[in-house]
Structures are given as structure tokens and as C-alpha cells.
């Protein structure tokens, strides 16, 4: 009994379970941005529960039944019913205990992690790591049984629907062979030129407030819409119609403030722009977490610090802040925002290193999956491969592989998404010029509106109708190519005429 | 088959739903005062998805079997499963389909009564006062008939269980008869002395928010489990480990932000001194909204607007905002913040004729409920009841039966919390003062602590386990005795050496 009444049920059930996950995002922006810390037990139990509910009303008995039935018609419900099984296939793959296991064993580690980093003792939360990896195998166990996919890949599928190490991997080896040459030649023709000029504070902050709102707003975010407030680690949270991001402040320094604030603009301007239509469906979903990166550095990247923007941002900074006008020179402001500098940190590191630091990840955590690597064996396996990429070693475990919450709380399979995000973006603005010549000319007048309306089109608009892949070729003509993304670093990073502050931001 | 491992079910599914609540409660805050406009609409179903939830959770069919099997041991237990099962006779009461067909109505009377209060036109939103009035009529009947109680009561019992119309009447009753000749009283000593100076502003906002966080914690409030933020309507809201409350300020005026705070701090130590071993338990919960209000009463009406307390506030004021000592003197500050005066606005009434609009309104709302009364009559009644409680009469319906958002958004049965707060309020303080003999000594420090232990003891830690009556009873020696409010008014208002600024704090 084959019939679009179970669809229509369907799509009521779904409607309700993301909507039971508007409330867990919403007190997880709260958690996170501004609740008092008294409060934080309760919200863990808030939380816990409404991913019980949200869990509970997936794998109900009459989810499979109608699953089973759903007829579909037309491209977005064909594409909606096939996300529904997906994700009722991942839901229904774990077993009520290991969900539960995992997500205590995980917050526990999380909490010691916080110490262990601290201290930079990686003693302290080895065996932590332990039960949290051995879990998240049985995990991936499961869902690769479920899937028929591999359990790594059955990792990053819940990250970025369709993407796999096998997608993954040659793209990273042949960025690899690429940095090998191009990062020391980039630091020769940088060190040809005097270093840039920090521009002087003190910048009050209540000023920088002003500017990052009015930036936001500026790059298409409607305020009636969306909040801007401040968190320890700045982040894009909330619903599509409440969106929420943040940022922080200091006294001393405004790039921070204004560099977060772009980026979570780029996310937020993403949930914004997905199909209202089919709002709390899987198919009115964004694209995954490597799409979503793409598009925060759209805007951060590729729009904010493009020659011409830069040259309107600095005139703005300036305005704002007073004293010399040179260090808000578009040139001087290229050079200290774009400046190449290895580091052992990857939230520090440039555009051009970070790929590096990714792909470290990415072979750790793969081999961990597979059992190849142990969490006894991981400082020595990262410092090793971090000198092989980038030929410096974290003086401890704290700037090593202590450094980042993924793993400790987790997170498996997500760190490609950055560096996927960061290709992507790379190749959809190149797209995106050749079909808008005069995007520059509206860069240089703090303009980004044709970018905009031309990524609503292109990726926003479509939600989840298409995948990753997909959307790249439909976007650009081609599927992901990391060679957009290495055009891009060539133009901005080893070109001798335009490195550091003229490139043509291609 | 009767046995605890039934109650240790019920307790599991209480806290689930307890928690459900705690969601929307941090959710509601959140729409209140911080939503940007846009994210209005969502947030509407996602509270209604969370009391679909909780509902759906509290009238499973496991919840009877339990119930009626369920064995309980000591006073708090028996409590809690009492609690238990009066919530669940109320939930199940209700057809689904009127809950929703109610939670439809009175969502769309309160959009149309902000236009029709906006544009003082009653006629606008008449017909959708009479469709809410229906629908509660309706779900009165259902609640009185489970409950075995009156249509009306079963209403009241929803905000404060245990207390009906027979309790209310003859209390209101008596405090007409002392009014009639309290007012013009009153009235006539005010009018003996100079009037009260207003302090000079500006008040500068940000001095204004410090001094109200400092004096919230100075009452008791922690801060590692507390949030104060600004709303068009000040409120208190969250959960007993997150407690939010909220003011407004003016450059131009301090005592409103002030006022504000120190009433919704009386509400947030309320939540805060609940029994955290019955938290997310019936048992575990304030004792309803007139036990509520008692809190946040006896924290604005009767510690600080006591003589010794505003001496210490008055001078606290003035090192906060300079100028001219006088208007900061306790004598002059309290003439100014107990003045007499008969508005047409409950909001803006002073502690003497407050309860006159609350008379007003329990006559109105117990007469619409019998059906003595329909929804065309009421302007005309409300004008009619106001004339022969207070001797004047609304300039229109904006100020007149449009004024309260009760009614229109479905609350009918609530507004006798208030004045019940009140006499609460006065009666608790004269026993707390019995046996603290140096309580105002302590307020003329800035001092509330000595109030606050003993509130924890008598009425916070008890959290449900004694109803309303009982409570009173075993605090003050005997149950709510409409007298010492009265006793309260007569030293505060009524006796020539000491009203207006030299009452000894009785």
C-alpha cells in the first residue's frame, strides 16, 4: 500500500522532530552565549531530554511503516522522503544504550579534557579518550552495518551527507604536494616586502559593537532576524528565522571582533537563505557542515578579504577610529590579514597552512577509526606529522593534540569538513565572478549584495535538494577541485605583483 | 497491586515533564526579552510542540496504571503522588481538541486586543473575547466536573491550587468595608503634609542597571544562578537554578527600574529556595501564584519600602547619583514611593487601592464565568464596578476593561492572586518581625537576610508540600487573615505620627 498520505504523515513527524530540535538549538545558543554558569546542569538535562523526545518520535514504530509506503512527487519531495530514510536509517542503526554511553562518556570527557589542556597533560584524559574513541568505533560500526558504508565514513556522513574519506583523500594528498612548494615560496616573496602595521588602539569596544552590527547588517543580515552578541568562542546558533551569532572583544585589537563577525555572517546569511517552503525538512536543511563552511568563508575569505573590500573596510575602520590613516590602507591591511605564518595552532593558522592541520586530523582520527593508531600512540603520531607538514613541533601536548574539544567531546569525522569548506568557497567565487564581472567594482563599495543574491540561487536556495557534489557541479560545471581553491592561494599568496595587498581578487 | 516501584515511575515521568516545562519556561523568557520580532512565529510552535509534549507525556496511559497503584512513604512523598494526582485529573480532563482549539483562540484575542487597547475600540475585539470566554467556559465545566469543585474554582485552582471563590469572597468582602472608610482617610492625612520632591535626574542608565544588579544581589539573589535583563514589561521567568529577571529604565525617572527589581527578586528567591531534593517534582514547586506574589510583596511592599530600609536605599541613591540630599531622605522617599492616589490603572495603583481593582476584576471574570455577565455588558459593568469601589471613572476602554492582558489571552481566575499576595505578604512579615525583634535594625543596614533565612524556613523550603492555608497557618499561627494587611495600611497610611515617612515598620 503505496500512498502520499504516509508522506504527508511523514512530513508532519519530521516537522515535529526538528522543531523539537529548534528548542535544542536555541537553549544551546543560551548555554553557550549567555546563561549564567549556576544553570549549567539543568540545561544539560534540557538537552538530554529533548534529544530523548526528538529520538523517540524518530524511530517510532509508525516512522518505518509509512517509510515504507511514502510515495513522493516531484524533485524536492523525492529528495525529502530519501533524507527522511537516511536519517531514520542512522537514528534507528544505534542502540538506545551506546547513545546513551556515548553521550555521557563524552561530556565527562569534555569536562577533564578542559583541565588536561590547562595543564597540558594529556595523562590526565587519556583513558577518557579511550572510552570515548572505543565508543564512537561501536558507533561506527553500527551505522557502516546500517549503510553498507565504511565506519569512518558512516562518521563523516553525519557531518556531510555523501562525503567520504575516499572523496577526501586525494583531494588532501594533492594539497599536500602543492603546500610542499608553495609554502616556503610564499614566505620568501612575504619577506620581501616590510612587515604591515597593526593599526593603534585602544578601539572602545562599545564603538566595535557599532561597526561589527552595522558590517553584519551590511552583508545582508536582517537584525530583525537575528542577534549579535558576545561569547568566549564566537559561533552561529539559532534557527533560520533567529539566527544567532557571536563574537568577542578586546580593547587592544579589532580584527578578532570583526573577522568572527564576518564569518559567522557567512553561516547565518546560509540559514537564512535556505527554502522556507519546506522549513523542518530534512530537505530544507543546509547541505551539511563542509557546505556550511563554505559558506562562512565565502564571506570571510573570499568577499571581506578581497583588495577591493579591504580597500572600503579600512576607510570605515578609519572613520570609526581616527588616528593614522596608513595602517587601514587596503595594502597594509592585505598583508596583516593575509599574512602566512606557521603555526602550531590551527584556529591561528592562515588560509594558506590550514589545510594542513586539517589533513593531520584527518589521518589521525582515520587510523584511530581503524584501529591503527591508539589513543597512547597520538601525541607522538601528531607532533611527528605536524612536523612532516609543516616542519615545526608544539612545544606540549597543550599547542599539540590537546588543542582542539573534537575528539574529547566526540566529534569524529568532522575536521574535513574545514578544508572542504575552504575549497568549496574558493570555487563557487570563481564562479561566481565569471558570471558577476562587476563584483569587485560592488566589493569596493562595501557592496556584497550580487555575491549574495547569486549564492541564494546557487546554494542556499536548494537546502539539501542536491548534495555537496551536486550543488559544486550545478553551481561551477564541475565537481569539487581543489585546483579553484589553489588558483585562489596562487593569485593572493605567490604571485610577485600581487601578493599582499594587489592581488584582483580572483 | 499497589507498591513504590509505581511512585519511582511516576517520579521519572514528572521530572521528564518537569523538564519538558523548564525548556518552554527558558524559551518563554527568551521571546520575552531578547527574540528578535522575526523569530516570533517559530518560537510559537515550538512552545506549542513542548506542551504538546508534556501533555502528551503526563496522560499516558502508563501514568493512570501508576497512579493507581502507586504507594508513597512519609509527608513529602504522599504530597508529591497527591500532586500527581490532581495534575493528571486536570490534564485529562481536557479533550485535545479544546486545549488546541483554545491555545488558537487566545493567541489570536491577544494580537487583536493590542490593536483594540492601542485604538481604545472594545468593539474590535469583542467577538474574539467572546470566543475565548466560550472555550474557557467550556473547559471550566470539563475541570469542574473532574474535579468535583465550581466552574470558577477550577479555573482559580489552576493558578493556586486549593483556594476558591469561598475563600476569596468574604476576604474581599471585608477589605471593601475597611476601604470605604480608609480612602477618604488616608487621603485626608495625605493632604495635611507638603508634597514629596522627585529627585532630579538624569540617571544614567548604566549607573541605573549596577545599582539594580547590586541591590538584587544584596536581597539575596546569586548571580552564578541568575541573569537581569531588560524588558518592556519587567517579569521574572527561567527555573530555580537559572532564574531571569527583567526591568526598564528611563534617564529621566529611577524608581520605576528600582521598584521593578526589587519585585521581581522577590519571585526569583522564591525559585531559588525551592527544595532542590523535589526539584522537577509537583511537591518540589511554589506553593501557586498568591504564594508567589506573597514572595515578591514582602520583598518590594514590605522590607524595602519599610522606613529603615529606605533610609539605607536613600542614601545609597544619592552617592549614586548626586545632587540634592533631601529628595533621597527616607521621610521624603517614602511619601513619594507610598503615595496615595486613586488611578483607573491597576498597574499604577498604589498598595491601598490596589485590591479595589482586584475586587473589580474577581466580580467581573466569577460573573462572566457563571454566565451572569456576557462579553457586550462589560465595558459598562467595568466602569459601573470602578465608580462604586473607587469613585471614578475611565476616560475610555483603553484605561478602562482593555487595560490587562488577562481575559484576552484566556486567564480568567487569575487576578485574586494578587491581592492574596498582598495580605500574604503583610501577614508573614508581622510574624517574621515577632520573632526577629532586630529585623528593621537589620533593613536600616541594607540588610534582608534575617527575612530571607526565615522565608526559607516557612514558606521557600516548603516548596508544595502544604497548600497555600496551611502554610499560612504554620507560619503565622493561623491561616490568612485579611487583618494584618489591614493593620499593615492603617500604620503604614492611617496613623497621623506615622504615615507618610515615620511608620515603625509593622
Redesign the interface.
Known amino acids: 500500500m503505496t500512498n502520499h498520505l504516509a508522506y504527508d504523515r511523514l512530513v508532519d513527524r519530521f516537522r515535529?522532530v526538528a522543531?523539537?530540535g529548534?528548542?535544542a538549538s536555541?537553549?544551546g545558543w543560551?548555554a553557550a552565549a549567555?546563561?549564567?554558569?549556576?544553570?549549567g546542569?539543568?540545561?544539560g538535562?534540557?538537552l538530554a531530554?529533548?534529544a530523548l523526545?526528538g529520538h523517540r518520535n524518530l524511530i517510532a514504530p509508525e516512522t518505518e511503516a509509512d517509510l515504507a509506503a511514502a510515495e513522493a512527487s516531484g524533485a524536492w519531495e523525492s529528495a525529502n522522503l530519501g533524507l527522511m530514510r537516511h536519517a531514520y536509517k542512522r537514528a534507528k542503526a544505534l542502540p538506545a544504550d551506546l547513545v546513551e554511553a556515548r553521550a555521557k562518556a563524552n561530556s565527562n570527557c569534555e569536562k577533564i579534557w578542559r583541565v588536561a589542556r590547562g595543564e597540558a597533560d594529556f595523562a590526565l584524559v587519556k583513558p577518557h579518550l579511550a572510552e570515548v574513541l572505543h565508543l564512537t568505533r561501536l558507533s561506527a560500526t553500527a551505522l557502516s552495518e546500517a549503510l553498507g558504508i565504511s565506519p569512518y565514513d558512516a562518521l563523516m556522513d553525519g557531518y556531510q551527507h555523501g562525503i567520504g574519506a575516499g572523496d577526501v583523500a586525494p583531494v588532501f594528498a594533492a594539497y599536500e604536494d602543492f603546500l610542499a612548494i608553495a609554502l616556503s615560496e610564499a614566505e620568501r616573496l612575504q619577506a620581501r616586502h616590510r612587515d604591515p602595521v597593526r593599526p593603534a588602539g585602544p578601539f572602545p569596544i562599545a564603538a566595535q559593537e557599532t561597526l561589527c552590527r552595522d558590517l553584519a547588517q551590511r552583508l545582508g543580515l536582517?537584525?530583525?532576524?537575528?542577534?549579535l552578541d558576545r561569547s568566549a568562542h564566537p559561533f552561529s546558533g539559532?534557527?533560520?528565522?533567529?539566527v544567532r551569532i557571536t563574537t568577542r572583544y578586546a580593547e587592544d585589537d579589532v580584527t578578532s571582533a570583526i573577522l568572527a563577525v564576518v564569518h559567522e555572517t557567512g553561516h547565518a546569511l546560509y540559514e537564512r537563505g535556505l527554502p522556507p517552503a519546506y522549513a523542518r525538512q530534512p530537505v530544507g536543511e543546509a547541505a551539511g557542515m563542509a557546505m556550511h563552511e563554505s559558506q562562512s568563508l565565502i564571506v570571510e575569505m573570499q568577499a571581506v578579504r578581497s583588495d577591493a573590500f579591504l580597500g572600503w573596510l579600512g576607510g570605515r575602520l578609519h572613520a570609526t577610529f581616527g588616528g593614522e590613516p596608513a595602517p587601514y590602507g587596503a595594502e597594509n591591511l592585505g598583508r596583516l590579514w593575509r599574512r602566512v605564518r606557521r603555526s602550531t595552532i590551527r584556529v591561528d593558522a592562515d588560509e594558506l597552512t590550514y589545510p594542513a592541520h586539517v589533513i593531520l586530523r584527518f589521518r589521525l582520527e582515520r587510523a584511530m577509526i581503524a584501529g591503527d593508531l591508539t589513543v597512547a600512540d597520538l601525541p607522538g603520531a601528531w607532533n611527528d606529522g605536524l612536523h612532516a607538514l609543516l616542519g615545526i613541533t608544539p612545544p606540549d601536548d597543550a599547542q599539540g593534540c590537546l588543542q582542539d574539544i573534537h575528539w574529547y567531546d566526540g566529534a569524529f569525522g568532522y575536521f574535513p569538513s574545514y578544508t572542504l569548506g575552504a575549497m568549496a568557497a574558493a570555487q563557487l567565487m570563481q564562479a561566481a565572478r565569471a558570471t558577476i564581472p562587476t563584483m569587485d567594482e560592488a566589493f569596493g563599495r562595501g557592496d556584497v549584495s550580487p555575491l549574495l543574491v547569486w549564492l541564494r540561487t546557487h546554494v542556499h536556495g536548494i537546502g539539501s535538494r542536491l548534495g555537496f557534489n551536486t550543488i559544486m557541479e550545478q553551481a561551477t560545471g564541475r565537481k569539487l577541485d581543489p585546483l579553484a581553491f589553489q588558483n585562489h592561494l596562487r593569485l593572493r599568496y605567490l604571485t610577485p605583483a600581487s601578493a599582499f595587498g594587489i592581488d584582483r581578487g580572483q
Request: aromatic share 4%; charged share 20%.
Open positions: 515535529l522543531t523539537i529548534e528548542c536555541m537553549l543560551d549567555i546563561m549564567p554558569p549556576g544553570g546542569q539543568a540545561r538535562d534540557q531530554v529533548l523526545l536582517d537584525f530583525n532576524h537575528a542577534r539559532g534557527t533560520p528565522t533567529d
